[in-house]
């Protein structure tokens, strides 16, 4: 029983991180500007890993494994949102102005 | 289900080389290699469990490393350098 209930968290940790890597994909390949592809990256990239690594950390049971699935989390965690800064900041400072439309009135 | 994960792994990673190989300006390229680089951290991982290797994850750790490092290398080049390829420079 408590198997089944496991599997079950660790197939919807894997649907919604699937779901939303595609989403990213989807965004790095259609969005305008580079500050919105961007966006559409470091956004997904950060949960969807998470929620793929902790559906594989409920599959892989206590031990080692456990222990390396942990490690590579928290290495992605701190190291997805410093390259994104870097990226943006690399950016702006080699002259890409993002696309501003002031379309609204007033 | 882990075959799931892992086409749709290859899916993303194959529009990622798509941005890659067509970006206008060179940090659409950098962003691309990063996010190439996170997904193949994840898809040497459930490689692994596919496989039933969890050997696997050790090279997926090195890999996160190099990645980090490599992007950042790149960043640093081409912050501070005069002659910059831009594709849509302004």
């Known amino acids: 029983m408590m198997e089944l209930i496991i599997q079950l968290i660790s197939s919807a940790c894997f649907i919604l991180g699937a779901l939303l890597i595609l989403s990213g994909g989807v965004g790095i390949l259609r969005f305008p500007d580079f500050f919105t592809r961007m966006h559409a990256a470091g956004i997904t990239e950060t949960l969807a890993t998470s929620l793929i690594l902790i559906g594989l950390m409920l599959i892989a049971g206590w031990g080692l494994v456990l222990f390396k699935l942990v490690l590579i989390l928290l290495f992605i965690m701190l190291t997805s949102p410093t390259a994104s800064h870097a990226l943006a900041k690399s950016a702006m400072h080699g002259k890409l102005t993002p696309i501003i439309h002031n379309n609204h009135s007033g | ?90």
Do not use: Q
């Open chain 2, 1 to 90: 289900m882990l075959i799931m994960l892992a086409i749709v792994l290859l899916t993303v990673m194959f529009m990622a080389l798509l941005r890659a190989l067509l970006g206008p300006s060179i940090y659409d390229r950098i962003l691309a290699v990063n996010l190439f680089g996170t997904k193949t951290v994840l898809l040497i991982a459930v490689m692994g469990f596919l496989f039933g290797r969890p050997e696997f994850l050790d090279i997926a750790l090195v890999y996160a490393l190099i990645n980090f490092i490599s992007v950042i290398g790149v960043l640093r080049y081409f912050e501070y350098s005069d002659n910059r390829i831009n594709g849509s420079e302004s």
